[in-house]
């Protein structure tokens, strides 16, 4: 069977692992077909999806990043902060990128300049940044925005164009591009070189640690994106906003057929695992799943997903 194959095929048994789960969440609960569930769960999916999106560059290029989370709820919060002070919607949102993306950079300058484990420095960037987001908030949610935050065209993100969401077509389009990106350009090509095998690689010319340093300042972008999508939602900022989304996200990009030791993924497959995931979760609350077993069971997904993604490479292995 060849790469393509396999990775089509892997695609395909993500695909077939959603549609059995969606089938029995059909079935034990009548709520799960409802218009409007499926509405809620479309739009769960979105912010998932956007910043699996950064993820799967980050795993792909054989990294990872425990602080996606942490650099949302930061975002979500230094922006709502401005919403909230009147400062003009535009700028606050350009603002909110930039600093996701600086935030992001900086995992990444550690990472590629000081040669640390990406696990370490994230770990500890998670916590950094989330005592940011406190600091910003004073412990308090942040909600109730002026006239003139809410008229505004980031605010309409949140909206919908007939029953459509607006965040689900945007989340759609950063998904076509990212998947270009991924299969049709020379960065996208150096991604997985880079995750694939870092020492080839750099013997090919390609600048591993650029194309690392650019992966992690593209998440933490993408990351504030989905932050101001939440806002524009939600149209309030809790003082727990992105806590343990990293989870969710890098489950999304592992169940879509991502490796962990770099080299293998795609934008395909994390946009069904992101689904996935929201499907879970939304199943579990209509399930009446107890609020503490809940993220047990996604850390149960994440270990199965690593265990077949295993077993199937150690399989190939052998071939």
């Not at 569930?37 to 912010?47: A, F, G």
Request: charged share 10%; proline share 3%; hydrophobic share 55%.
């Amino acid at each position: 069977m060849g790469k393509k194959n396999i990775k089509t095929f892997r695609e395909f048994g993500v695909l077939m692992v959603m549609v059995a789960i969606i089938i029995i969440l059909s079935v034990v609960s009548p709520m799960f077909l409802k218009v409007t569930n499926l509405i809620n769960i479309v739009r769960q999916t979105v912010e998932i999806g956007i910043m699996a999106i950064g993820m799967t560059f980050i795993i792909v290029s054989a990294e990872i990043d425990l602080s996606a989370g942490s650099i949302f709820g930061l975002t979500a919060m230094l922006a709502a902060y401005f919403y909230k002070a009147g400062v003009n919607p535009t700028l606050v949102f350009i603002l909110a990128i930039t600093a996701g993306a600086v935030l992001g950079g900086i995992n990444g300058l550690f990472i590629t300049k000081a040669k640390m484990p990406a696990f370490i420095v994230t770990l500890g960037t998670m916590q950094i940044y989330r005592s940011i987001a406190y600091s910003i908030s004073g412990g308090q949610n942040i909600s109730v925005f002026p006239e003139k935050a809410q008229n505004s065209w980031v605010f309409k993100m949140g909206g919908s164009i007939g029953p459509i969401p607006i965040q689900v077509i945007i989340m759609l389009v950063f998904f076509i591009i990212a998947h270009i990106i991924m299969s049709k350009t020379k960065f996208g090509f150096e991604v997985y070189a880079t995750g694939g095998n870092k020492r080839a690689a750099n013997l090919a010319g390609i600048g591993t640690d650029k194309i690392k340093l650019i992966s992690f300042i593209s998440a933490g972008a993408l990351y504030a994106f989905a932050s101001q999508i939440s806002i524009a939602y939600l149209q309030s900022v809790p003082t727990t906003a992105g806590a343990s989304r990293e989870m969710d996200v890098i489950a999304a990009v592992i169940l879509g057929g991502a490796a962990l030791v770099g080299g293998r993924g795609s934008v395909i497959g994390t946009l069904i695992g992101a689904i996935i995931m929201s499907v879970v979760k939304n199943g579990m609350v209509l399930l009446s799943v107890p609020v503490f077993w809940q993220s047990g069971f996604i850390g149960v997904i994440i270990i199965l997903a690593v265990l077949i993604d295993t077993c199937i490479s150690q399989a190939e292995k052998n071939k």
